[in-house]
């Protein structure tokens, strides 16, 4: 039986209020689709000391198709980048080449920002 009321646990750290599980073992999370399907492409400069991150938002995809996507679109860019809070985070200005990736891989996606 599941205790409801459990919160924290000191040998564990925070729990998942639905699973119960460390929030870093979450098990429904896993099979959660993160984004809501309005996919959009912005380009970033703020608190990166100048340097532009082209930023993917909305993507309706698990936590681990998120990661392999954005491995993929890393790759094809030649640039690095991150998969962090639902977003994918690719260094430099590829917009237009993220954005003809996405819709071959059957993404429709917009432009944000200036």
Do not use: H, W
Request: hydrophobic letters at 30%.
């Amino acid at each position: 039986m599941k205790n409801r009321n459990l919160v924290y646990s000191t040998d564990k750290g925070r729990l998942c209020t639905q699973c119960e599980f460390p929030i870093d073992a979450c098990q429904c999370k896993k099979d959660s689709v993160i984004g809501n399907g309005n996919v959009r492409i912005a380009l970033e400069t703020k608190g990166r000391k100048g340097k532009g991150v082209t930023v993917i938002t909305g993507l309706p995809l698990t936590e681990e198709a998120l990661k392999k996507l954005g491995k993929t679109l890393k790759t094809q860019c030649g640039t690095g980048g991150a998969v962090k809070d639902g977003q994918i985070e690719v260094q430099g200005d590829n917009r237009q080449k993220i954005k003809d990736l996405l819709d071959k891989a059957g993404f429709f996606s917009k432009f944000t920002g200036g």
